[in-house]
């Protein structure tokens, strides 16, 4: 495999660059993803590492066609929290295709933490969002009182023990008309710290 680099200094094609690539989309194109798109970055999400190979994470596709489920959920979810009903009928609305992403910890294995299964879980929630950042494919990890409802939670049949929604990912080409917001430039100093090292 080749690579060239780009005027950032990167290797095009280089991990670096598609973890700059993701970023979070707020607006997209009304047009759908590819199902062999979604299927693939599924099946890279479920690449993620996990301890005891539990395979806690779910992920449900709503497409849409199905759509309306999550429209009605959302609007559920409002009116029991107080929030703006309108406005949450729309946010179910922004992308063509969503994805909610549950966790469900295994019950059997006393050596299996809730803390590790969730771990895992978010870690495939990243290989999912980095491989439709590969194909061109935007995305956004939406959490909160919406996402992570009782009433999303119903919809999509999630009653096993210890289940818990970790969010709904939108996923969509991204409208180019709305500039992606600026990303701060990462202060490794503040947040890395070598131990044994002067």
């Given amino acids: 495999m080749t690579t060239s680099v780009n005027t ?8 670096t660059e598609l973890a700059q690539r993701r970023r979070s989309v707020y607006a997209y194109l009304d047009q759908p993803v590819p199902r062999s798109v979604v299927e693939r970055a599924l099946a890279d999400a479920v690449l993620a590492p996990n301890h005891h190979r539990t395979a806690p994470w779910r992920f449900f596709v709503i497409t849409r066609e199905s759509r309306q489920g999550l429209v009605r959920a959302y609007e559920a979810a409002a009116l029991r ?3 703006d009903v309108a406005r949450a009928a729309q946010r179910a609305q922004d992308a063509p ?6 966790c469900v910890p295994a ?3 006393p050596r299996v933490s809730l803390k590790e299964e969730d771990f895992a879980s978010a870690a495939a929630v990243q290989n999912f969002l980095l491989s439709l950042a590969d194909a061109g494919v935007g995305s956004l990890l939406t959490t909160g009182e919406l996402a992570e409802s009782p009433e999303v ?3 999509v049949g999630l009653d096993e023990p210890g289940a818990h929604l970790m969010g709904v990912i939108n996923v969509g080409y991204r409208n180019t008309e709305r500039p992606l917001a600026n990303r701060p430039e990462p202060r490794l100093d503040r947040v890395i710290r070598w131990i044994g090292e002067d």
Avoid at 8 to 15: D, I, N, P
């Fill in 153 to 155: 939670a119903a919809l």
């Fill in 81 to 83: 929290t107080g929030r």
């Fill in 107 to 109: 019950q059997d294995n």
């Fill in 97 to 102: 295709l969503n994805v909610v992403v549950a």
């Fill in 8 to 15: 950032t200094g990167l290797a095009s094609g280089s991990f």
